[in-house]
């Protein structure tokens, strides 16, 4: 699979998803409960969920954790972050491209490379 497809394609099929959430969300009348405050609760409690998929295994363990329940947990922490995006009315080229630029200041290449170190520590 390639990850490398034009803009215009990725901006389309999220358009896509998002109008797939809105719509569930809708049809059930849920968008009450769909504030920005409760949104990224839920994001933090889904993205939490995700990593107890592998709290205190070895790395062998991490390795054999069931694909699936990865999938819906990384499918729920995605879909709560689309439905926030979408409340502000965000593009999310826009925002990750503009996250890169400032991490791209804090990491440069040659302090960072390979390295984990925070930015603050370089």
Not at 38 to 50: K, N, Q, T, V, Y
Not at 69 to 94: G, S, T
Request: aromatic share 10%; hydrophobic share 40%; proline share 2%.
């Amino acid at each position: 699979m390639s990850y490398f497809r034009p803009t215009s394609c990725i901006a389309t099929e999220m358009k896509d998803i998002i109008k797939k959430l809105i719509e569930f969300r809708n049809e059930r009348d849920w968008e009450q409960f769909h504030n920005p405050k409760d949104l990224a609760i839920a994001l933090s409690i889904e993205a939490s969920e995700l990593t107890e998929l592998f709290l205190w295994k070895n790395q062998q363990e991490v390795e054999e954790v069931d694909k699936e329940k990865v999938k819906e947990e990384l499918a729920d922490v995605l879909a709560y972050a689309l439905l926030l995006l979408e409340k502000y009315d965000l593009d999310i080229d826009e925002i990750i491209s503009e996250k890169i630029k400032k991490n791209s200041l804090k990491y440069p290449i040659e302090k960072s490379k390979g390295k984990a170190t925070k930015y603050r520590d370089l």
